[in-house]
């Protein structure tokens, strides 16, 4: 039944379970998450095999559970850097002595510890141990360097132990540890967006030729998700406005999923007013069929052979935003396959955009659909180049440099 106070939803947690006697309880906490509307992916230990199978856990979480760096077969599903880069969160949940040494030292000596290191999400540890471990100086003194490493530590509790102790060290209850997880994920507000509301963009558009058929692009929308969630991570509220098929975002996210042109531009209207910094990632199709036909077309209902397909245009929303000065900056992005710089330049002095970010999808190893992109930032002031790279770092590096440029008009 889902947990109506806790909002996880669509949150990437990825759960690092470590061997300890409380590594029982991580199926109840993977439920409790998926309860709460997180997407949760497992990574074991080698040691926790010893107290919880991966049947269990896989059953739970509806994902592999991925326990080894060098498996090649999961690699090859998705590599090690890509699961560091999935999670929003990272829970590691029993927190073991062991685990807790080796990530205060920076080790990179298994899956989990590789995954810590390799990830810009927030780390939450809950430790379980017995109770004259988790006393002992050297645990303490991990603790005290991973908190100003910034993990966040919860719990462990007091009470009767596996081993017969009674004391510090038992590992919190997986209901308090999603509290803990839902509170820390709702801290928002801080960063160099912190304040400022941010609508993006993104995926394709499709526009009905009948019910069965429509006219698109290739885009999936990964770069205008990274926009997103880089906005979200720089402390703004965000607003993401989705065409078809693009992927789950972070839970806080405010996101509306919309088909066709006409209806990203009623969407992107309708949230305008809130609306600080527009990023327009979107593939908009500029034409729509002129007629979509509410019953699907026969193929032999024309004895010519070609049909003709009468095209509309549909409205440029992003021009529409800059005309509505609700907006205080209004960056554009230009998909190019020739005279890319000159024809984005273009682009942005006849849509009058603050900037425009453009990209050669001419280019096979980037642009639409693929994990990379190599783009420029146009601005009045000059032209910034982001050699090729994960969409999620060129989107992080713009989002900082658009703040930082446009910091007096954002905060006027
Ligand atoms: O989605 P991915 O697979 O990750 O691929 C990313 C991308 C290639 C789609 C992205 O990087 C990109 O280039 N997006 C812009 C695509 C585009 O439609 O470019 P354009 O040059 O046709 O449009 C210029 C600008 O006008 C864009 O900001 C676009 O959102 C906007 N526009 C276009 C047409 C229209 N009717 N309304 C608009 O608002």
Request: charged share 20%; proline share 5%; aromatic share 4%.
């Amino acid at each position: 039944m889902p947990n109506n106070t806790l909002n996880l939803s669509g949150k990437h947690i990825l759960l690092g379970v470590s061997g300890g006697i409380a590594a029982y309880k991580a199926p109840i906490l993977v439920r409790r998450l998926v309860e709460a509307g997180a997407i949760v992916q497992v990574v074991m230990t080698a040691n926790a095999h010893h107290f919880v199978t991966t049947t269990t856990l896989q059953a739970v979480s509806g994902h592999v559970v991925r326990d080894d760096l060098w498996d090649q077969a999961a690699e090859a599903a998705m590599g090690h850097i890509e699961l560091a880069r999935w999670a929003d969160h990272i829970l590691v949940a029993p927190a073991t002595a062991g685990t807790i040494a080796r990530l205060a030292n920076g080790e990179a000596s298994d899956l989990l510890s590789t995954l810590c290191l390799a990830s810009n999400a927030p780390v939450s540890l809950a430790p379980a141990m017995n109770q004259q471990m988790f006393a002992h100086p050297a645990v303490q003194r991990n603790l005290t360097t991973l908190k100003t490493d910034g993990y966040q530590i919860v719990g462990p509790d007091s009470g009767d132990q596996a081993c017969g102790d009674t004391g510090l060290g038992r590992m919190t209850e997986p209901e308090e540890i999603v509290q803990a997880l839902n509170a820390s994920s709702a801290k928002i507000g801080t960063g160099p967006l912190a304040g400022q509301t941010l609508m993006v963009t993104t995926g394709p558009t499709r526009e009905a030729i009948d019910p069965v058929r429509y006219i698109s692009n290739h885009s999936s929308g990964l770069q205008g998700l990274a926009v997103a969630e880089a906005g979200r991570q720089a402390g703004a509220r965000v607003i993401l406005i989705a065409g078809p098929g693009v992927d789950p975002c972070h839970g806080d996210i405010a996101r509306f999923n919309v088909t066709s042109a006409q209806e990203m531009y009623d969407r992107v209207h309708e949230h305008l007013p809130e609306t600080d910094l527009f990023i327009g990632v979107a593939a908009v199709a500029d034409y729509r069929p002129a007629n979509a036909q509410q019953q699907k077309i026969k193929r032999h209902t024309q004895a010519e052979d070609q049909v003709q397909l009468p095209l509309i245009e549909n409205p440029d929303i992003i021009a529409s935003v800059v005309q509505a000065q609700q907006a205080k900056v209004v960056v554009g992005f230009a998909a190019e396959t020739n005279d890319t710089l000159q024809n984005a330049r273009e682009k942005r002095a006849r849509k009058k955009l603050d900037a425009i970010v453009v990209n050669d999808v001419s280019d096979q190893r980037i642009g639409f659909n693929s994990l990379d992109n190599a783009v420029t930032l146009i601005h009045t002031g000059g032209e910034i180049d982001f050699g090729v790279q994960p969409k999620t770092a060129i989107a992080e590096q713009l989002i900082s440099q658009l703040a930082e440029l446009f910091a007096p008009k954002l905060q006027a």
